[in-house]
């Protein structure tokens, strides 16, 4: 296991549950404003949370890859993204708020055809969603051990949410792909 992140964290986001299209999610682009989300995160008048989940902000993100299993088994392939506002501090393309409260996407899109996706976030090269939807099912397998640790069979549904990072052109390494987040019955696992 690797030590991670290998920098200081000043780029990210603040999950709380639930964090649904964004709206327990908040990002920041400082120290500063890590503190002042786990400030508010902790001690807010709406009542203060128990725990939250920082992540590494991930660069460069296109597009979430959606795994939806039933009994342990994919069932299904949804992707999202987000048109990123322009002028936010924090260019995120899986939504949330900024430390200042305002939203950093302009628009979320749900729904479009694999079609799209693949001209949006690909520029048209097929072979990178195949291969990260491949790498998303990988990760489905490393996470395997982490469910059933905590269950004594496999959830009836499960939802993994990545996101990807389209390769550099001219690359031969394919699109990256980053755990982002967990849910089981629409609750946020980790």
Known sequence: V??????????????????????????????????????????????????????????GVVVEIRLHLLKGVVAGISHTRCKAKPGCPVQSSFGGRCADGEWAAAEYLEGESRDQIIFHCFAGRHADLDLAESRCRCLVEVWRGFLLADCAEFPPYVRFDFLVVPPVPGSHGGPEVWTGEITELGGQMC
């Not at 639930?18 to 009542?47: H, K, N, T, Y």
């Open 2 to 59: 690797r030590q991670y992140p290998p920098h200081p964290l000043q780029r990210g986001l603040v999950k709380v549950a639930p964090s649904w299209e964004g709206r327990g999610v908040w990002l920041f682009d400082s120290e500063d404003g890590l503190a002042e989300i786990l400030s508010r995160v902790f001690q807010g008048s709406a009542g203060p949370q128990n725990h939250c989940l920082v992540q590494d902000f991930v660069e």
